[in-house]
């Protein structure tokens, strides 16, 4: 898989790190499935080649929020704890990115998240900047992200936790630019949790994992494919893919949960319908789309967001920063309505002065209600590097 890429020579990939973060709750630093309240927030020492994972440069970040509604009279909300996990880390000629979407809820599938990233990121780590220095290009940088996927498994198996998807990206500087792409991009994804470029010189957004859904529906119920205890010990490798794709200086590469990628789908959003998955009986007055078109409904609709952000200044360059909050901002405004009426339909259905036939015709109401509104309530988790060259003294 890895030889049918291209082959692209980085410059030697620099170690000092630049800055570092992971989330939510510690991220890849808590390894612990009870009683956390034992264990600091941050392990101290090193932890994946890093001592500060709470220390984000400007040019990258990372955020997992709630989509769910809150529980009656509670902070708290449906789905708790958030079981995605994201790390970024950026060093002077290159970065890595991880997002890990632990499947369903509970603290075994966040468990699963959190060794998916961390063995993965220790992995690459050792190979890239504990070794001795070896000559290597993109398609060694995919086989090592490739085996750092196992590292990752193996350490899921020992912690007992259960299933995650996972998606690694490694940006890094080329020895040879073409022209203004002087950049490589190496991704490793498993599962339903994509990659994407937005190009501040074009102002689009490319899906650079998109191989893994082409010419197929997406289906929210179903991954497609995850790291841990899909089958006994072993994972589901289903989708699995490679990929690579060149960059420019103020590129951004950002990868999510499908919580993000789902809330900006056409069907997800009630702006078209499918004859596939669980929107399969949609309004009569939405156009049917095909996987190609809502895929390219996606991307549309993630382009739009992205210049809304400075839509007057065309020739300004957008920043990691921005890109994450308005991300942020579209995914909890499209869920606002369900959110809403979830609560209210709680507290409506627990009347105690309710009759067993009137509750669940008040249930059924709302049932129906939740079928019109767009969005999708769920963990959404985006890690976010604007591709950058630090220079020794910035360093």
């Not at 792409?181 to 010189?201: E, I, K, M, Q, Y």
């Not at 289903?238 to 499908?258: M, Q, R, Y």
Request: hydrophobic letters at 35%; proline letters at 6%; glycine letters at 8%.
């Amino acid at each position: 898989m890895p030889s049918a890429l291209p082959s692209k020579d980085p410059s030697p990939l620099l170690p000092v790190v630049i800055g570092a973060c992971t989330g939510p709750l510690g991220g890849l630093s808590r390894i612990q499935l009870c009683d956390e309240s034992l264990q600091d927030l941050f392990d101290s020492g090193l932890v994946a080649g890093v001592t500060n994972w709470n220390n984000p440069p400007d040019e990258a970040d990372g955020v997992s929020v709630s989509l769910y509604d809150h529980k009656d009279g509670t902070v708290g909300r449906h789905g708790d704890p958030i079981a995605d996990v994201y790390a970024v880390v950026v060093r002077q000629n290159n970065a890595i990115l991880a997002v890990a979407d632990g499947c369903s809820w509970g603290h075994r599938p966040r468990l699963a998240a959190r060794c998916a990233v961390r063995g993965s990121i220790e992995y690459l780590t050792q190979k890239f900047f504990n070794s001795e220095s070896i000559n290597c290009n993109s398609q060694h940088i995919i086989r090592t992200l490739l085996r750092s996927f196992e590292s990752g498994q193996k350490m899921i198996v020992e912690n007992e936790g259960t299933t995650t998807t996972l998606c690694v990206a490694v940006v890094f500087e080329l020895a040879e630019p073409k022209g203004e792409n002087g950049w490589g991009l190496c991704v490793v994804s498993v599962g339903d949790s994509p990659c994407f470029v937005w190009r501040n010189t074009t102002r689009q957004v490319v899906e650079v994992t998109s191989a893994a859904h082409e010419g197929h529906n997406r289906d929210m119920r179903d991954s497609g494919g995850c790291l841990g205890t899909s089958v006994g010990d072993e994972p589901d490798l289903g989708n699995l893919i490679c990929s690579f794709a060149l960059l420019a200086e103020g590129d951004i590469v950002f990868v999510t949960s499908d919580g993000v990628s789902d809330n900006f789908d056409p069907v997800t959003l009630h702006e078209g319908a499918t004859t596939h998955g669980p929107s399969a009986s949609p309004p009569v007055s939405l156009p049917v789309l095909t996987p190609d078109q809502r895929q390219a409904g996606l991307i549309a609709n993630l382009t739009q967001v992205i210049r809304g952000i400075k839509p007057q200044l065309k020739n300004e360059p957008i920043h990691a920063w921005e890109l994450k909050e308005a991300i942020v901002k579209h995914v909890i405004d499209v869920t606002d309505n369900q959110r809403a009426c979830m609560e209210s339909s709680l507290k409506s259905v627990d009347d105690p002065e309710l009759s067993t036939v009137e509750r669940r015709a008040r249930e059924l109401e709302f049932k129906e209600k939740l079928k019109t509104m767009g969005g999708k309530l769920d963990h959404a988790t985006l890690a976010v590097y604007e591709v950058c060259r630090y220079h020794n003294s910035c360093a």
